[in-house]
């Protein structure tokens, strides 16, 4: 299994998958969202939080002027969000990779602009718009860690189609 995708019908669904996630992922997980505003990425990352970190859920907001913000709990989530950086901007100067591979998850909006720097064992998720409130989120694999998250997703989300 290298590729899921999930249609999510609400906000509130697409924070319990985050929620979901969270519980399949440890520290040094590296998830890399794309897909245009509004497609639902800071509603995923508040339930991703809400699992990994929950004392610190009701804390997620756009991120779009602080470019990280950290939320410490069981597991902490580093969520960074690229939008306001532009192609020209130097991310790698910024320094942010040390939290790539810490103590914690890190969940990235608008993961596109940090090209090469993009750890290579990363979940990868896409948020597309559907029909009204639908979203489709497309998640695939590339390394061994998040490809062993995947497929233990994919088999929590067929029982769960079954109930
Ligand atoms: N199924 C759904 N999942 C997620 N959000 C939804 C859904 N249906 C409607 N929405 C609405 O879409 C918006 C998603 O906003 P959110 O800030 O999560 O998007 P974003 O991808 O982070 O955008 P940006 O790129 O601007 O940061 C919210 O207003 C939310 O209520
Ligand atoms: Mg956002």
Known sequence: MSRLTIISHSPEETEQFGCQLA??????SFLALRGGLGGGKTCFTRGLVAGAAPDSA????????AIMNSYPGPTPVYHFDFYRLGGDDD????GFEEFFDADGICVVEWSERLRELLPTDRLTLEFDY???????????????GSARV???LSKQRSKQDFL
């Open 23 to 28: 519980r399949l992922l440890s520290p040094g």
């Open 58 to 65: 009701h804390l997620v907001a756009s991120p779009t002027f």
């Open 91 to 94: 991310i790698a100067e910024l």
């Open 130 to 144: 559907r029909e009204g409130d639908q979203r489709a989120i497309t998640i695939s694999a590339s390394g061994p």
């Open 150 to 152: 995947l497929d233990q």
